[in-house]
């Protein structure tokens, strides 16, 4: 590195800090870059107004400044650091690229990951600038050992760093469990965060949400509440406990109780990605509750197995392990980011903390064990359907209009409403129908409308006025043809000398010229579409009618020969090309108490689909698929309690 050049030109700077509790850091790697800058005389257009904006918006580029916010350097896809090497790649005017230290750059897990983009700055032929001084760009052909060693040399201190931070963070974790210590996170429903000294020498102090403690000397509970609000949300806590116990309703059915009597959620009066969160309970935050084991006054640590780099795990002798490939996915970020864990392989404290239980244990352990029953037989993190012609045909819930998802359900494949699965019971009903027997229906169904020869004759005549309509339309579309392809011509002209001009212009006027390219392209795109559907049409005048109807007809025999031994890997591809559609009414009843529990909705009425409003039949098509196009012929079959 030569520390003492003195360099111009323009400059482009890179910031980055691991998580938002470093406060300042963003700050004081700016500050260096704009004193180096006036040192070097080099051209910096970066302002701290620039960075409270970037900030406070989340954006990862504003002009020549370039951030990562609370991103771990282990991750090399972060956007702010491919935007900065595609502007040092890509920008002829940038002479200069900044970054206060390696490890800020990257924190990769196998140093020569940083060496590679390192280099890459240097082979474009800019300078990179850091504390520790300047490196001067590399030639086409050009190598430098000694700066390729040094380097791969800072970026292997920077991983080891990454994977020693790592450790020690897991194993203060497992140490403070032991003494019953918090280990960092929100505190559960009802409790508040406390400081205490480890000598015991002060007593407990209420901490505010947002506060670290970075001190030796103190730690950090949980403690139940004291104030009205929480008194109240801890007997919330305890009534959800006795409710699943006493089995007075399961998850949905308590959330739905609580929502209807407007107790707020654990959630309430929170923001989400700047958004206000609703306040309101679901099958998750019941569940939380639930399995939280401070309400028994018992402090563990290992329900939730997280992070990339290493697992905590309380069976080894370590205290963590190093995560699978599965954990921690293609790019490195953790693929599975949360595996839940056993109580028997949770940590527990080995003091007692001093408050009395919330819930007896006994109670939590049979939720909990009932919890964990229903997790391994349910269908918890399964995906819904592996196979895409399990479920071959579209249903529809009539309660809510939204499409209903295959699912397994009470050992069967069937249809559930995806409105009450996604709100967590709040909306619509628990509507669900078996897949064998809506499927069933659907083919019945069809095959009774084209065996008839009252219908086949409706038919044949509905597809021959359709072809007349769409010949009338078709009347004088030549010159229409023409007069398209004339503009498109036109229009893909300017639009190439367009994109010669976003390439040639100086980077003042580039926002421009991209502007007026985008533009054209735009409307190319959109006389291509036209020029296809005119096209098309231009050929009806030549179609022979009563020829497509008889191919129409034989397309119907042939699909009654089809439907009467059809594979299950063949039902998808009819249903879809025919456009049908089964919605289902259901009726509800409701059990009474003392009563044996029974199904709620039944299945009483269908009615079934074909095609789609609005679309024209085109000739091509007309021979290939003319039931889905004709649907004032095949209307809406099927009303009935036939399922």
Not at 149 to 159: G, H, V
Not at 191 to 198: D, I, N
Not at 291 to 315: H, K, T, W
């Amino acid at each position: 590195m030569r520390s003492q050049e003195q360099l111009e030109g323009r400059a482009i700077v890179y910031l980055r800090r691991s998580t938002d509790k470093q406060e300042d850091s963003l700050r004081q790697q700016l500050e260096w870059a704009l004193k180096e800058a006036t040192r070097r005389n080099l051209i910096l257009d970066v302002t701290f107004e620039m960075l409270n904006k970037a900030e406070a918006a989340k954006q990862s580029n504003i002009g020549d400044l370039y951030l990562d916010n609370a991103i771990t350097g282990g991750d090399l896809s972060r956007p702010g650091l491919q935007a900065f090497l595609e502007r040092a790649r890509t920008d002829s005017t940038v002479a200069h690229c900044m970054f206060w230290s390696r490890d800020r750059l990257a924190r990769p897990e196998h140093a020569e990951a940083g060496l590679v983009f390192e280099k890459e700055i240097l082979r474009s032929g800019k300078h990179v600038v850091t504390a520790a001084g300047v490196i001067a760009p590399l030639g086409r052909f050009e190598n430098r050992i000694g700066e390729d060693i040094q380097m791969l040399l800072d970026y292997n201190t920077a991983s080891e760093d990454r994977i020693k931070l790592a450790k020690n963070v897991l194993r203060a974790f497992s140490q403070n469990a032991k003494k019953g210590y918090w280990c960092g996170g929100r505190p559960p429903y009802g409790f508040v965060r406390a400081l205490v000294s480890t000598d015991g020498s002060k007593p407990p102090e209420l901490l505010p949400d947002g506060r670290t403690v970075n001190d030796d000397r103190f730690r950090v509970v949980v403690i139940p509440g004291t104030d009205d609000a929480n008194q109240k949300r801890l007997e919330v806590a305890r009534r959800i406990a006795f409710m699943y116990h006493d089995r007075l309703g399961g998850l949905s059915c308590i959330a739905k109780t609580l929502n209807a009597e407007g107790i707020p959620s654990p959630d309430a009066g929170r923001t989400r990605k700047g958004r206000p969160v609703p306040g309101k309970w679901t099958v998750s935050s019941v569940r939380c509750v639930i399995e939280q084991p401070l309400y028994m006054a018992q402090v563990c640590l290992g329900r939730r197995s997280e992070g990339c780099l290493f697992r905590y795990d309380a069976d080894s002798a370590t205290g963590y392990r190093e995560a699978t490939n599965d954990e921690r996915g293609k790019d490195g970020k953790g693929g599975k980011k949360t595996v839940y864990r056993d109580y028997e392989h949770w940590t527990q404290s080995e003091s007692p903390v001093k408050f009395d239980p919330i819930i007896p244990s006994d109670v939590w352990f049979r939720n909990y064990e009932r919890l964990k029953k229903i997790g391994s037989q349910g269908t918890r993190g399964v995906p819904r359907c592996v196979d895409p012609n399990k479920y071959p045909l579209e249903v529809i819930c009539s309660d809510c209009g939204k499409r209903m998802v295959g699912s397994p359900y009470s050992g069967r494949d069937c249809y559930v409403c995806s409105t009450y699965g996604n709100s967590h019971g709040t909306q619509c009903k628990h509507n669900w129908v078996e897949r064998d027997i809506a499927v069933r229906f659907a083919v019945h169904a069809l095959l009774q409308r084209i065996t008839s020869g009252l219908e086949r004759d409706e038919m044949a005549k509905a597809v021959k006025e359709v072809l007349k309509d769409n010949q009338v339309l078709a009347r004088g579309t030549n010159e229409r043809v023409q007069a398209v392809r004339d503009e498109l011509a036109r229009l893909n002209h300017e639009r190439k000398a367009a994109y010669r001009d976003t390439i040639r212009t100086d980077a003042i006027h580039k926002a421009d010229a991209d502007e007026a390219y985008l533009e054209l392209r735009d409307q190319t795109y959109v006389l291509e579409r036209k020029l296809k559907e005119l096209e098309r049409m231009e050929d009806l005048s030549r179609v022979d009618i009563d020829g497509e109807v008889e191919k129409a007809m034989a397309i119907l025999k042939e699909l009654h020969l089809f439907l009467s031994d059809v594979a299950d890997s063949r039902l998808r591809e009819l249903f879809s090309a025919l456009g049908a559609r089964l919605t289902v009414s259901f009726e509800h009843h409701k059990t009474t108490a003392g009563e044996k529990r029974k199904r709620e909705n039944f299945p009483i009425e269908t009615e079934l689909v074909f095609g789609s409003e609005g679309e024209i039949a085109f000739p091509a098509e007309v021979a290939e698929k003319a039931i889905p196009r004709v649907n004032s012929v095949l209307g809406k079959v099927g009303r009935g309690g036939g399922i």
